[in-house]
């Protein structure tokens, strides 16, 4: 930390890293708030989830898992597991593909091939905030499932900010663009 920081005559924020935001959470001081994520280097508490919400998480972990059998996939499905994104980023989304589930700490960014935002009231920022994130990450597909709507929003084709391609569906069965085989139905 003995870098020269330029003198400014405005006030700026600073961003945590994700080391930094690790470090605060194994010390306790998230434990008051619950759920917390690392967006772009700001802190962000999660609401508690509601059995809807649960229940879709629920349903879609079990179809994955059962479709990644079926396929003898070296791929597993994890539920709300960490993935860390240097520098400034360390996301908790509802579910992921993997294909290193075992080790310490977060999952590694370059081992996921398909993450999962379930949206019950969050839709403004699965897709928009969490999209662009997750893109400019590389992650090769994301889904969000809009419980309101009862569609799924696919993404894929990561280019900067932004995913170059996607699609919206209904729950009814739902086929990777990224993953061959790969497909679910959702009720």
Same mark, same amino acid.
């Given at each position: 930390?003995?870098?020269?920081? &330029?003198? #400014? #005559? ?20 998230? !434990? $008051?708030?619950? /759920? ?25 972990? /079990? ?35 993997? #294909? ?5 700490? &977060? ?18 920022? $699965?897709?928009? #905030? ?9 992650? &090769? ?30 729950? !009814? ?15």
């Amino acid at each position: 930390m003995t870098d020269h920081v &330029p003198l #400014t #005559t405005t006030p700026l924020p600073v961003r945590l890293r994700v080391e930094d935001f690790f470090r605060l959470d194994d010390a306790g001081a998230f !434990a $008051d708030y619950g /759920k917390t994520e690392l967006i772009r280097g700001e802190i962000f508490y999660m609401n508690s989830q509601h059995r809807p919400h649960a229940r879709a998480k629920g349903q879609l972990f /079990k179809a994955l898992e059962q479709a990644l059998s079926a396929m003898n996939s070296d791929l597993e499905v994890l539920i709300e597991a960490t993935v860390a994104m240097p520098p400034f980023s360390a996301p908790e989304p509802d579910l992921l593909l993997t #294909t290193q589930p075992d080790g310490e700490g &977060p999952v590694p960014l370059a081992s996921v091939r398909l993450i999962v935002e379930i949206a019950d009231t969050t839709q403004q920022n $699965d897709l928009g #905030t969490k999209a662009g994130l997750y893109a400019e990450n590389g992650v &090769p597909e994301y889904w969000v499932v809009d419980l309101k709507a009862r569609s799924v929003h696919q993404f894929w084709q990561p280019q900067g900010e932004a995913y170059a391609a996607r699609r919206e569906t209904t729950f !009814a069965r739902i086929e990777s663009l990224t993953i061959p085989e790969l497909a679910v139905t959702l009720a």
